[in-house]
């Protein structure tokens, strides 16, 4: 039997069913699961709650909640090594940093993948795509899209298993790919 993987990125557009195949993988760890969150709570949007609320259905009881929002860093050093943290999501945890300056989140991203690095537990971070065809029609979209998209090939350098799902389908793209040259 293989052992699990340390680290694991989870990607999709939305609505693809990218979280709850990450924890179908969450899942299958043996031992304690901490569900990292990276949103805002928004008490005020009913939407929003409603998302909320469907994603903490689908949680297992045993499962522990930490809102984290931008200080994803810090919670991973605080992993334990029999935890498996479950990030959802990057994309999220980006919005978090739009208003830095290019050298502020070049920093605020090397220290997420220091800390995914030195982390003593497993890991699996769900990401948004971005950038499939229609160009955001605003700075800030398009300033998401490519830190999102940056974020993410920084990362998985990181990890030895990488999903795409895709209605309702995943992929493993570790498998199934070549890495692009850097």
């Known amino acids: ?3 699990e993987p340390r680290c694991q990125l989870v990607t ?16 299958a760890h043996s031992g304690p699961v901490l569900y990292l969150a990276t949103a805002d709570p928004r008490p005020e949007d009913p939407l929003w709650q409603a998302r909320l609320q469907a994603h903490r259905q689908r ?23 029999a935890e498996l943290a479950l990030v959802d999501a990057l994309g999220t945890w980006v919005a978090w940093g ?54 993410e090939q920084q990362l998985v350098r990181q990890c030895q298993r990488c999903w795409l799902v895709v209605a309702g389908r995943a992929l493993d793209l570790a498998a199934i790919s070549q890495a692009v040259p850097r």
Not at 18 to 27: F, I, M, N, T
Not at 60 to 76: C, I, N, S, T
Request: proline share 6%; hydrophobic share 40%; aromatic share 6%.
């Open 1 to 3: 039997m293989q052992p």
């Open 12 to 27: 999709g557009a939305a609505r693809s069913g990218k979280s709850r195949w990450a924890e179908h993988l969450a899942a």
């Open 59 to 81: 949680r297992p009881a045993g499962w522990r909640l930490r809102e984290v929002q931008a200080d994803l860093a810090d919670a991973l050093r605080q992993l334990q090594p």
């Open 98 to 151: 739009l208003d830095q300056s290019e050298c502020q989140w070049r920093r605020h991203c090397d220290e997420l993948s220091g800390a995914l690095a030195a982390c003593p537990g497993q890991v699996i971070l769900v990401s948004e795509q971005t950038g499939w065809g229609v160009v955001p029609p605003t700075a800030i979209g398009g300033l998401f899209r490519d830190r999102l998209g940056e974020l």
